[in-house]
């Protein structure tokens, strides 16, 4: 059984022939970088290129394919790239300002980039309507996705958006049902999942 049909099965609620096991392949089934790094030394995996951190908030990376094959990871992950008009920048405060305008700070010896700036905490409808939100249908997020999948097509792939808990954040500790809300009205959540699915 090919880890995909593994996956399949257990999704269509049919018992493959072992439980399916992922690592990596969304945002919150991924490795942080420190923890990666300790995982190899463990595993007595020699990193043959550089660590690839593909969701900069959490630090999380993308685990080299001998780290997956030797735990018999039935999943591979497709991220999509950044915007063509966004690219992270550093501060010498240790912070970044995300394709959603929220400034994320990392202590010196944490693990993550934490939101301290809440774009839309006091906002108003109006303000909504204005704000400058990422463009989901970006070209650039999409370039080679296809020629990445290829090779893994055995595996079960996922490519994964979560822009719900980013309203969270945009919205400071308010709720966020407004900012979703919005986001329905506008349809822009149809344009996110109309181009991720």
């Given at each position: 059984m090919?880890p995909?049909?593994?996956?399949l099965?257990?999704?269509?609620?049919k018992?493959?022939?072992?439980?399916?096991?992922?690592?990596?392949s969304?945002?919150?089934t991924s490795i942080n970088?420190?923890?990666y790094?300790?995982?190899?030394?463990?595993l007595?995996?020699?990193?043959s290129e550089?660590?690839?951190?593909?969701?900069r908030?959490q630090?999380?990376?993308?685990p080299?394919?001998?780290?997956?094959q030797?735990l018999?990871?039935?999943?591979?992950s497709?991220?999509l790239k950044?915007?063509?008009?966004?690219?992270?920048?550093?501060?010498?405060?240790?912070?970044?300002i995300?394709?959603w305008?929220?400034?994320?700070?990392?202590?010196?010896d944490g693990l993550y980039?934490?939101?301290v700036?809440f774009p839309?905490?006091e906002s108003e409808?109006?303000?909504?309507r204005?704000?400058?939100w990422p463009?989901?249908?970006?070209s650039?997020r999409f370039k080679g996705?296809?020629e990445k999948?290829?090779p893994i097509?055995?595996?079960?792939?996922?490519?994964?958006e979560?822009y719900?808990?980013?309203?969270v954040?945009?919205?400071?500790?308010?709720?966020?049902s407004?900012i979703?809300?919005y986001?329905?009205?506008?349809k822009?959540?149809?344009?996110?999942?109309?181009k991720i699915?």
């Amino acid at each position: 059984m090919t880890p995909k049909q593994r996956v399949l099965m257990a999704l269509n609620h049919k018992e493959p022939d072992r439980v399916p096991v992922d690592l990596g392949s969304t945002n919150v089934t991924s490795i942080n970088v420190d923890s990666y790094k300790k995982l190899c030394s463990y595993l007595g995996v020699t990193l043959s290129e550089e660590i690839k951190i593909v969701e900069r908030a959490q630090q999380i990376v993308t685990p080299e394919e001998t780290v997956l094959q030797s735990l018999c990871i039935d999943t591979r992950s497709v991220w999509l790239k950044r915007p063509k008009n966004w690219e992270i920048s550093l501060r010498e405060d240790n912070s970044y300002i995300d394709e959603w305008g929220i400034t994320r700070r990392k202590s010196y010896d944490g693990l993550y980039f934490d939101p301290v700036v809440f774009p839309l905490k006091e906002s108003e409808i109006e303000d909504l309507r204005t704000y400058s939100w990422p463009d989901p249908g970006d070209s650039e997020r999409f370039k080679g996705l296809k020629e990445k999948t290829k090779p893994i097509d055995l595996f079960a792939a996922t490519l994964i958006e979560n822009y719900e808990l980013t309203c969270v954040i945009l919205n400071g500790t308010k709720s966020s049902s407004r900012i979703l809300n919005y986001f329905k009205s506008t349809k822009l959540e149809d344009k996110i999942y109309t181009k991720i699915i």
